[in-house]
């Protein structure tokens, strides 16, 4: 009994086989199917037209070999064929001839992008130091800075202008490092990783490979994609790059990389440490306004058919201020197009015969009511204006302290970090410690309650430099002195009151103006950055360098 079901078995599959290769032949005599001949020939014509060394082109011929000794009920036929095709695929020294001509590629980078003189300073000095050597590494640039301050249409631009081809991989959220170094092609379903893809899809061993959010990868159970990020980003060992499917070295040394990141802080320090980080800041009004006729309305114009629409400026500005808070251009843009579709819609309807110029009388007719008005925060006892550096720019971040009878505690709210929560300890010490100074009587501290509150309390905060703000809104409160709201402060405090260095005092410098701040007082260690700030950013606020809190506080007793 057995046997017969092993024969009947046996011979149901051989039946199988023999009905599926008489459907083979017949659809090869009707030229449905091209012969594995014609599969092969094809296969070995692609490989004479490489430029490959001889080891890979030994390797790639015994692979086709040993295809064409494969059975056509083979499981492996389709993986082989797979990975042949992966290999073929691949631009084996491939190179586009890069633009030497270092006056063009300026131009280009012009046409494109405003400012941004240092990257661009950067990419000139790299092709000047290719022209004169003949050969350079590809350096390993990161675009640092807050969304809509265009770093990946940087890259893009970056690309035109030097000849290359562009290829782009978003890494944000990445946990799996096959997703870089591919899979082992005996796994089913393997393929190769994100970089070998990248290039297949770029078609040039050089082109610019833009690596996108770089600073949102993360290592966790599943895997270290960090660690395998670091072999195709040091320029030491990614001449050897080895995926995992393709079980071949693969030179990556003339690939020109870019990547891109808005929190330089949440860079993996192994990884920063291959970069060479380049910030590219948020944008004054001024420059928001230029970006908006030279780029922004040129080209949504085009996008929707109406060449012929006209924005005044003072319209432009109103919706910079009234209807867009952003360190970038993203959302301006997303008004403006806004704007232009409600008039294509009236012309397209026959409403209006005339293109309308846009100005600032009629923008609230196509926006509606204002989303931010630039309300000033009033003058109140206790309330301080500090500046806080996020993802999205700089913003003003106002802080509130108030007492009432208690037992001495300090209660913290405003979703604050560690961080902040010490700098408001040491504020605090600070302050009792030289409560004579401050002509606060020690009782106040020992009969009271004292509560500081961030405002806006549900985004969270963290970084020590609020550390003035802290002491000053504490100091406020408790001597009933009102801080003037055209102030703002931003410093790190210490138990003796010297007032550290902080970082990023451009973002935060361009949040306060978006605010109408017209004085800031700094840390005296960064008041030589001053000089670097934009021009409108220094006519209009006045900045104020102090070394210890004392400074702080006869200013705003003064103001």
């Not at 994609?225 to 003339?254: G, R």
């Not at 996020?390 to 209660?411: R, S």
């Not at 963290?462 to 408790?478: D, Q």
Request: charged letters at 30%; a negative charge.
């Amino acid at each position: 009994d057995l046997d017969f079901k092993v024969t009947k078995e046996f011979d149901k599959n051989q039946r199988d086989y023999l009905l599926k290769e008489k459907l083979r032949v017949i659809k090869e005599e009707l030229g449905e199917v091209s012969t594995k001949e014609e599969e092969l020939n094809e296969l070995r014509s692609k490989l004479d037209g490489l430029d490959l060394n001889d080891d890979i082109r030994s390797k790639i011929s015994n692979l086709i070999d040993r295809y064409e000794t494969l059975p056509i009920m083979s499981p492996e036929l389709n993986m082989e064929r797979g990975y042949i095709d992966t290999l073929l695929s691949l631009p084996w020294n491939i190179n586009t001839l890069d633009n030497d001509n270092l006056t063009d590629v300026k131009k280009s980078l012009d046409e494109t992008h405003n400012g941004l003189d240092e990257v661009k300073k950067r990419i000139i000095e790299y092709l000047a130091v290719k022209k004169n050597t003949n050969s350079l590494k590809g350096p390993i640039i990161c675009l640092v800075g807050p969304p809509g301050v265009g770093k990946t249409s940087l890259a893009f631009s970056i690309a035109k202008a030097m000849n290359r081809n562009f290829t782009k991989i978003s890494v944000g959220g990445l946990d799996d490092e096959a997703e870089i170094m591919g899979h082992r092609k005996t796994y089913i379903g393997a393929r190769p990783g994100k970089i070998i893809n990248g290039l297949i899809k770029a078609k040039s061993s050089n082109p610019l490979f833009l690596i996108d959010e770089i600073d949102k990868m993360t290592s966790n159970i599943n895997g270290d994609p960090i660690s395998a990020m670091l072999s195709v980003l040091d320029p030491e060992q990614n001449k050897y790059f080895e995926d995992n499917y393709l079980d071949l070295e693969y030179d990556l040394s003339n690939v020109m990389f870019i990547s891109t990141a808005n929190d330089i802080s949440r860079i993996p320090a192994p990884l920063k440490d291959r970069l060479e980080i380049i910030k590219l800041d948020g944008y004054t009004e001024y420059e928001k306004l230029d970006i908006a006729k030279k780029h922004i309305i040129p080209k949504l114009s085009k996008e929707m058919g109406i060449d012929n629409i006209v924005f005044r400026n003072d319209a432009i500005l109103s919706i910079i201020r009234r209807y867009t808070k952003e360190a970038g251009v993203r959302e301006l843009e997303r008004q403006i197009s806004k704007i232009i579709r409600k008039i294509v819609t009236k012309k397209v309807s026959n409403e209006i015969k005339n293109i309308p110029t846009v100005t600032l009388k009629n923008v609230e007719s196509y926006l509606g009511l204002p989303i931010y008005e630039i309300s000033k925060v009033e003058d109140k006892i206790g309330l301080v204006n500090g500046l806080a550096y996020t993802e999205f720019g700089g913003e003003v971040l106002p802080i509130e302290a108030n007492y009432y009878k208690g037992k001495g505690n300090l209660i913290l709210t405003g979703s604050l970090g560690d961080v902040m929560k010490e700098s408001a300890s040491i504020a605090y010490s600070y302050i009792k410690a030289n409560a004579k100074e401050f002509k606060i009587s020690f009782d106040k501290f020992e009969e009271n309650d004292i509560h500081v509150h961030a405002l806006e309390g549900a985004i969270p905060k963290e970084g020590p430099s609020a550390g003035i703000a802290l002491a000053t809104s504490i100091i406020s409160s408790l001597t009933n002195l009102k801080v003037s709201s055209d102030i703002a402060m931003t410093g790190e405090i210490s138990l003796h009151g010297d007032v550290l260095k902080i970082g990023g005092l451009k973002e935060k410098s361009l949040g306060a103006l978006r605010n109408g701040i017209k004085k800031i007082i700094i840390p005296y260690d960064n008041y030589s950055e001053v000089e670097k700030l934009p021009n409108e950013v220094k006519k209009e606020i006045e900045f104020i360098p102090v070394k210890n809190y004392i400074e702080v506080y006869k200013i705003i007793k003064e103001a």
